[in-house]
């Protein structure tokens, strides 16, 4: 049965809401829960599923973001052990384009005392990087990606496993 493009957002936005209960009732880790939520959910691990991540997400490329390249396949390999990670790391921007995690780690978490300069520095970059994309989306344009030639790749990738 093909996914439409609403059971796919109410399927990010079910992901946020997983989130959020772990973290305030159970008092999990905001990107563990985040990780936990997305690497076990129906849109990554059925392969049925994942051209349609493909379709609907805003964040195709984002694997490059993570990663800075596209994975390839190994010998022996099929082409979805390519594209389950290009998959995933879309599925994980589309979740935390919605989720405001400095909202979720308020000063009484224990966890977030723990986690040192280290994490917050890079939680800061992270932060940065999601705002440049707020404003850009609120001009109505895209924000700038670092190499255009990979993002290429990334689709030709994706196109060529939908055929």
């Known amino acids: 049965m093909a996914m439409t493009q609403k059971e796919y957002w109410d399927d990010i936005n079910g992901i946020v809401e997983s989130i959020k209960e772990a973290v305030k009732e159970h008092g999990q880790d905001p990107h563990e829960a985040l990780h936990e939520s997305i690497d076990g959910h129906s849109l990554i691990i059925y392969y049925a599923n994942i051209p349609y991540v493909f379709v609907y997400t805003d964040n195709i490329d984002a694997i490059m973001d993570q990663m800075g390249e596209i994975p390839s396949v190994s010998s022996g390999g099929t082409v979805y052990d390519a594209l389950i990670p290009i998959a995933y790391y879309a599925v994980y921007a589309d979740v935390t384009d919605k989720i405001d995690f400095d909202e979720l780690e308020d ?15 890079k939680r800061g970059k992270k932060a940065a990087k999601k705002r440049g994309k707020k404003a850009a989306k609120k001009r109505g344009k895209k924000a700038p990606r670092k190499n255009p030639a990979k993002v290429k790749g990334v689709r030709s990738l994706v196109s060529s496993a939908l055929k």
């Open 107 to 121: 000063e009484d978490n224990p966890r977030r005392k723990k986690r040192g300069k280290k994490k917050a520095k």
